[in-house]
């Protein structure tokens, strides 16, 4: 077949050669490491029922054109390597247990409902601005990784780096996930990061978060601030945060959750507009009085510890104030709400 080179190490294997690809139909499937596939301009389409379970898929695009990587049903392969100068799609779902390696200029982009899962040992290798690893809205990259204080941890190289640290977060599953939010009619880039630990306070670490080029939405690099939900993207706080280069630096984060990035001014902690409610003193140790610089009363006030837990406050008597004295010292996450909407503050107590 013209632009096609295949290296075939099969067991009950059943395939053929489309016009611009190869096909697997029923029970094709690789079963070891030293099993090889590789595809020259070409697309790689399983459609078998039978799970590939270890092996090598080698994606050689060196036409400049794009090319398929389409899996009927959750494959799972040691190595997937892609050369050339031409952008691979995935459909499907991919389990990796050692390696995604991105040579020359090529990129790698999952379609809508694909997933890649990083095997405990498995890495993201090559991966630079100019051959990147994109995504629609709701595909991800995983992975799942023990991880100790003080020890820097790469996760994969999925695009999120843990340096220092008081507390061990033992088994830390990381999401890299594709999607914008709307914090308070501003834009976020196109990639953000879910961090689930198994110990998820006192952290004090710091994080560099990656962003490539593509993923930034149309936003400048230099202006972007970190912002943390801890309600699956409905609110967000600003956490600020230094842009270099090719990430952006965290440091004293207390607890992770989802984190994303938009401009600096986006709901900037000390400083908000006319509308917006103010409260004092902050850090705190007893009584929070609240106030608003429009005169809108408060109906309700919500309060979050930094691992998304509901503290279950209520205002006081002259339902401007809340009395913080029986909270321990740590950072809170305080939404007011009012007839009119809602305004999320960081609230430090701090006891003297």
């Known amino acids: 077949m013209k632009n096609i080179i295949l290296f075939l190490i099969f067991t009950v294997c059943q395939f053929s050669f489309g016009q611009q690809g190869l096909y697997i139909s029923s029970e094709g499937f690789l079963n070891n490491e030293n099993s090889v596939i590789t595809v020259v301009?070409?697309?790689?389409?399983?459609?078998?029922?039978?799970?590939?379970?270890?092996?090598?898929?080698q994606m050689k695009g060196l036409d400049g054109n794009s090319h398929r990587i389409e899996l009927n049903n959750?494959?799972?392969?040691?190595y997937l390597e892609l050369y050339g100068t031409s952008s691979f799609e995935l459909n499907g779902q991919l389990i990796l247990n050692k390696e995604i390696f991105l040579n020359d200029t090529s990129s790698f982009m999952m379609n809508t409902g694909s997933?890649?899962?990083?095997?405990?040992?498995?890495?993201?290798?090559?991966?630079?601005?100019?051959?990147?690893?994109?995504?629609?809205?709701?595909?991800?990259i995983k992975t799942t990784r023990d991880h100790t204080a003080g020890v820097t941890n790469d996760f994969g190289l999925i695009g999120m780096v843990t340096y220092t640290g008081s507390t061990s977060m033992g088994n830390t599953e990381v999401f890299r996930r594709y999607?914008?939010?709307?914090?308070?009619?501003?834009?976020?880039v196109n990639r953000y990061y879910e961090i689930n630990p198994t110990v998820n306070s006192?952290?004090?670490?710091?994080?560099?978060?990656?962003?490539?080029?593509?993923?930034?939405?149309?936003?400048?690099?230099?202006?972007?601030?970190?912002?943390?939900?801890?309600?699956?993207?409905?609110?967000?706080?600003n956490e600020g945060g230094t842009s270099e280069t090719f990430y952006h630096s965290v440091s004293n984060i207390d607890a992770f959750s989802i984190w994303?990035?938009?401009?600096?001014?986006t709901l900037y902690i000390e400083d908000y507009d006319a509308s917006a409610f103010l409260i004092f003193p902050n850090p705190a140790n007893h009584i929070?009085?609240?106030?608003?610089?429009?005169?809108?009363?408060?109906?309700?006030?919500?309060?979050?510890?930094?691992?998304?837990k509901n503290i279950g406050i209520e205002l006081g008597p002259n339902e401007n104030s809340l009395n913080v004295s029986h909270l321990s010292d740590g950072i809170y996450i305080l939404r007011l709400l009012s007839e009119t909407g809602s305004v999320t503050k960081k609230l430090v107590v701090k006891k003297e």
């Open 41 to 57: 301009n070409g697309d790689f389409v399983n459609e078998s029922s039978t799970e590939f379970n270890g092996g090598t898929l």
């Open 74 to 78: 959750e494959n799972t392969i040691d």
């Open 115 to 140: 997933f890649v899962t990083l095997g405990p040992t498995a890495e993201i290798v090559g991966e630079t601005n100019t051959n990147a690893i994109t995504g629609a809205d709701g595909t991800y």
């Open 179 to 188: 999607g914008t939010f709307d914090i308070d009619g501003n834009p976020t």
């Open 202 to 237: 006192g952290l004090d670490v710091m994080a560099h978060f990656y962003l490539s080029d593509v993923d930034l939405n149309g936003l400048e690099r230099s202006s972007l601030a970190g912002f943390r939900s801890i309600d699956n993207g409905v609110t967000f706080t």
């Open 260 to 265: 994303t990035f938009a401009d600096a001014s």
């Open 288 to 308: 929070v009085t609240l106030y608003s610089n429009n005169n809108q009363a408060i109906t309700a006030v919500e309060l979050y510890d930094v691992t998304g």
